[in-house]
């Protein structure tokens, strides 16, 4: 499995098949370079501008962007609800959470902007990779999401919606996240393949591509 952070909540994921899924891409008023890919699979956690723009998008993809469960491109698929603020999306909405099943189960939490409950963790399941927002402000902010990334228990944590001298909007630093954290590498590089998981749970941050 390869992953490509593009950038803030968007990542590139290409299956050990090959099927190119693509996660909450953004519009160009975020900061970042917005890409033209033509991806098998697009996921948008929920519709806000830096999340679902798909105007970009060139090809034949299917967009998954609701709960329920799915096959798609030969890739199983869980979209959980969840919420983009802790008053059950009364301030900003519903969002989604992704499940990936593949050669390993990949997470990607959208906005969730809560700490997630024992149910909502049960329908997640067994994780073996999460992509989780560390920022805060319109998201858990670092150390609710140090308390949701030891919930889910995955062996590779990757964070993403933080802030960087691209971004164009205020949210906390990836290392008020990654300080609760024993084994924290960062890579210089926006793409890591993961064939083999590690023995004891890794933070890896990488550079976003835009």
Same mark, same amino acid.
Request: net charge negative; aromatic share 10%; hydrophobic share 35%.
């Given at each position: 499995?390869?992953? #490509?952070? &593009?950038?803030?909540? /968007?990542? &590139?994921?290409? %299956?050990? /098949?090959? $099927?190119?899924?693509? %996660?909450?891409?953004?519009? @160009? /008023?975020? +900061?970042? #370079?917005v890409f033209e890919l033509s991806?098998?699979? *697009? &996921? $948008? /956690?929920?519709?806000?501008f830096d999340h679902g723009y798909t105007g970009n998008l060139r090809g034949d993809y299917v967009l998954v962007d609701k709960e329920g469960e799915f096959e798609v491109k030969g890739v199983k698929i869980k979209g959980i609800k969840t919420?983009?603020?802790?008053? @059950? +999306?009364?301030?900003? +909405?519903? @969002?989604?959470?992704? *499940?990936?099943?593949?050669?390993?189960s990949i997470a990607h939490l959208g906005d969730l902007g809560h700490e997630l409950a024992a149910s909502e963790l049960e329908k997640v399941g067994k994780v073996d990779i999460? =992509? !989780?927002? *560390?920022? +805060?402000?319109?998201t858990i902010d670092a150390k609710e999401a140090f308390n949701v990334a030891k919930? !889910? @228990?995955?062996?590779? !944590? !990757?964070?993403?919606?933080?802030? #960087?001298?691209? =971004?164009?909007?205020? &949210?906390g630093k990836v290392e008020e996240f990654t300080k609760h954290f024993e084994d924290v590498e960062v890579f210089q590089t926006s793409e890591i393949e993961i064939n083999s998981l590690p023995e004891k749970q890794k933070v890896i941050v990488l550079k976003y591509k835009g």
């Open positions: 499995m390869k992953i #490509t952070y &593009l950038a803030h909540a /968007s990542f &590139l994921i290409e %299956t050990k /098949s090959g $099927t190119k899924i693509l %996660t909450d891409p953004y519009d @160009n /008023s975020v +900061g970042y #370079t991806p098998d699979v *697009v &996921l $948008t /956690s929920h519709k806000h919420f983009h603020d802790k008053e @059950n +999306g009364q301030k900003r +909405g519903e @969002n989604i959470v992704f *499940v990936i099943e593949d050669e390993f999460l =992509l !989780i927002p *560390v920022g +805060g402000v319109y919930a !889910i @228990n995955p062996r590779v !944590i !990757i964070p993403m919606h933080y802030k #960087t001298e691209k =971004l164009k909007f205020d &949210l």
